[in-house]
């Protein structure tokens, strides 16, 4: 399988406070994406980072990718009640042009 | 704003039955996929398609079948429905870049029971 894993699997803090979430995956990338997936719902677009990057932001977003290590953490900063999601990593193999997920990160933010 | 929807959030259909789950994209996206998401297995793709008439089986297409008739429209049929397609099914499209893979956009999802 070439799906990747978030660590940790689930995640409670206070509001406020940052949030980091990290993803291994296992092949060569074109790009990595983060994505956000509110309770019942469909996914939702966060940041996309291609393998020639190494950081990017995004509002209270910021994404690294290390494709020595074949990583990538999301760091969600000064949190949010409503950042309470969860979040999912998905690559896209060199060559390809569909997303392997991983098994997400449930972010509890407590108000 | 790109919008996926799902003919259905909830359905329940018995064991055997065939079941059309639609999915319609206004982005005039050549790419589409779907998904099914199980707790624990994350997100796994099912089937998609990089154009009218054209499929690609994903990671576990046994049991399924896909139709794209029009590039707006993917349908994913269940032949003969059993318990253990149970699950959240969902769609999503993207434009095609070949190596980009630009972002995809999701539909809200089916729920999907069967008994």
Known sequence: SQQGEEDPQALSIQEGENATMNCSYKTSINNLQWYR??????LVHLILIRSNEREKHSGRLR???DTSKKSSSLLITASRAADTASYFCAQVATGANNLFFGTGTRL???P | DVKVTQSSRYLVKRTGEKVFLE?????DHENMFWYRQDPGLGLRLI??????KMKEKGDIPEGYSVSREKKERFSLILESASTNQTSMYLCASSFNLQGEGYEQYFGPGTRLTVT
């Open chain 2, 23 to 27: 999915c319609v994209q206004d982005m």
């Open chain 1, 37 to 42: 997936q509110n309770s019942g719902r469909g």
């Open chain 1, 108 to 110: 509890t933010v407590i």
């Open chain 2, 47 to 52: 089937y998609f398609s990089y154009d009218v």
């Open chain 1, 63 to 65: 994404v690294t990718l």
